[in-house]
């Protein structure tokens, strides 16, 4: 347990992140370590899938345009493979996303450390409402 962002008391989550930049993939890393989740990170898409077929994840976390593919295209066969898996995306492009139920929220770059926090947490809560509703009714 930590206290999040938000400065509420939090679980601390299994987060995939998927980024091709390197630099931004250790700065947002080293954001969610901060934070008390456990982050595993790659640039390959063909590695994150492998990873969401053989791990649990609460968070997947991906890049918009990757080395090869496309964010749509890998939070698709996320969806496949683990449809209960909620999908983030981080995106550079003005262009709108063309399947916008693929993802649980969209953060346009640049951004600041505060706002990708704060865009992580907002799914976390979302998240943690969702199990709550679950476990309610069980």
Do not use: C
């Not at 630099?23 to 990873?51: C, I, N, P, Y």
């Not at 997947?60 to 890998?74: C, M, N, Q, W």
Request: charged fraction near 30%; avoid cysteine; glycine fraction near 6%.
């Amino acid at each position: 347990m930590f206290s999040g962002a938000s400065g509420e008391i939090r679980v601390a989550k299994r987060i995939l992140l998927l980024e091709d930049d390197l630099t931004l993939l250790r700065l947002l890393k080293g954001s969610l370590q901060d934070e008390g989740h456990f982050v595993a990170e790659t640039d390959e898409a063909a590695t994150a899938l492998h990873m969401i077929e053989t791990e649990e994840w609460d968070l997947v976390i991906t890049d918009g345009a990757l080395k090869t593919s496309r964010g749509e295209d890998f939070a698709a066969q996320v969806r496949e493979r683990r449809a209960g898996v909620p999908v983030l995306l981080i995106t550079g492009s003005s262009r709108p996303v063309s399947d916008p139920s693929l993802f649980q929220g969209v953060l346009y770059k640049p951004f600041r450390r505060d706002d990708f926090l704060s865009f992580v947490d907002a799914a976390l809560d979302r998240l943690d409402e969702s199990a709550a509703k679950v476990n309610k009714a069980a």
